[in-house]
């Protein structure tokens, strides 16, 4: 058979399970420029929660991100900024606005920004990611689902939990803290949840995103610069 001479390491070092005893890196992203921006606001409210819980939590600021232009604009300070960001953390928040029923320009913009792989690094795969969003009228999940394709796409762990925000308008105090409500309750079950799967995953995620395909095609280009030199 085809796989007679692979091995497949399938059991992570249990040395390395929840060895890290640092604090959890979190970078939170969210996808509004307004002034009064209710996924701002809500992406705050989960650094709060975060911090609460023993995070290291940073915020970008996507206001000056240039409109992703396929790497022209790559030396920008906000590109250099974004994925350094993204490299150094273990685990990510993406709060969005949904605008004509998806996630909003500025939160896909950010995720455009961030490839899958970036020389021999790759800035997203094996981390966590929670999705949230925020809505004007009733509550809908078409931003969290768009979102989650997204994290897929770039192999994150996307946790089965999430939070919509209906209403964001009503949700929020002046100084821009959430109201005690179920959203806010659901905020604090999600970044739980968030923190439990970083602190379980972060110190394996190079073995769990292992894949047969990569390393037989490293094998094929190790091969071939062989040949090559020879």
């Known amino acids: 058979m085809y796989m007679d001479n692979q091995e497949f390491n399938l059991k992570p070092d249990s040395g390395k399970v929840l060895s890290s005893d640092h604090a959890p890196k979190i970078l939170i992203l969210y996808g509004s420029l307004r002034e009064r921006s209710f996924s701002r606001l809500l992406s705050e409210e989960a650094g709060r929660i975060l911090t609460h819980m ?8 996507p206001d000056g991100l240039p409109v992703f232009d396929n790497n022209r604009s790559v030396d920008h300070p906000k590109v ?12 990510q928040v993406w709060s969005s606005p949904e605008l004509h029923g998806n996630i909003s320009g500025v939160m896909k913009n950010q995720i455009d920004w961030i490839p899958l792989a970036l020389d021999a690094v790759r800035p997203t795969q094996g981390k966590t990611l929670a999705v949230m969003e925020v809505s004007g009228g009733s509550q809908s999940f078409n931003a969290v689902n768009t979102m989650r394709v997204l994290g897929r796409w770039m192999r994150m762990i996307t946790i089965p939990n999430q939070s919509s925000v209906a209403q964001a308008y009503n949700e929020f105090n002046e100084d821009g803290t959430m109201k005690p409500s179920s959203y806010r309750d659901r905020v604090v ?7 439990r799967f970083t602190y379980l995953t972060r110190d394996v995620a190079d073995f769990l995103v292992d894949r047969y395909s990569e390393r037989s095609e490293k094998v094929k280009i190790s091969y071939k610069a062989l040949k090559d030199n020879k």
């Open 54 to 61: 023993g995070a290291e939590i940073k915020i970008f600021n």
């Open 80 to 91: 250099q900024e974004l994925r350094n960001l993204s490299i150094w953390s273990e685990g």
């Open 189 to 195: 079950d999600v970044m739980e949840e968030l923190m």
